[in-house]
């Protein structure tokens, strides 16, 4: 057999939402109809109302099940370890561009040196006419 519900009746009897009871009546294919009141009615069977649904509905929010919800003081020292590690890390790569830096000047001098001493030769050559 089957019952004749509005989509607001079935998502009260399922527990869930007017529109997610239309999303689940077009995935399962139930005949709809329009009724003499103007809402359209959908023909559910029993034993889609006598057995749980797929999805379990609202729940507790998403979390690790190893977790306890009561554990954020050990989240803080995990978090301040991780942190202080991250300054180490941080720290050494400031040293690290701070010699690329220096590196980089270096050779833009030494560019600069090797362009000046191009350019007097240069001059001397012209200078010989």
């Known amino acids: 057999m089957s019952r004749s519900l509005t989509y607001a009746e ?16 077009r995935r399962k294919r139930w005949p709809r109809a329009k009724g003499n009141d103007g809402k359209t009615r959908v023909s559910v069977p029993d034993e889609s109302l006598d057995r749980p649904q797929d999805s379990p509905g609202d729940g507790p929010p998403d979390c690790p099940a190893d977790v306890p919800p009561d554990s954020p003081p050990n989240m803080v020292h995990e ?3 991780r942190i202080a590690v991250l300054e180490v890390e941080v720290g050494a790569e ?3 561009a701070d010699a690329a830096e220096a590196d980089r000047d270096a050779w833009r001098e030494q560019a600069q040196r090797l362009v000046e001493r191009q350019g007097e030769r240069r001059r001397g050559w012209f200078g010989r006419r």
């Open 10 to 25: 079935l998502g009260e009897l399922l527990g869930i939402t007017a529109a997610s009871a239309n999303k689940l009546a």
């Open 94 to 96: 400031r040293r690290r």
């Open 79 to 81: 978090l301040q370890a």
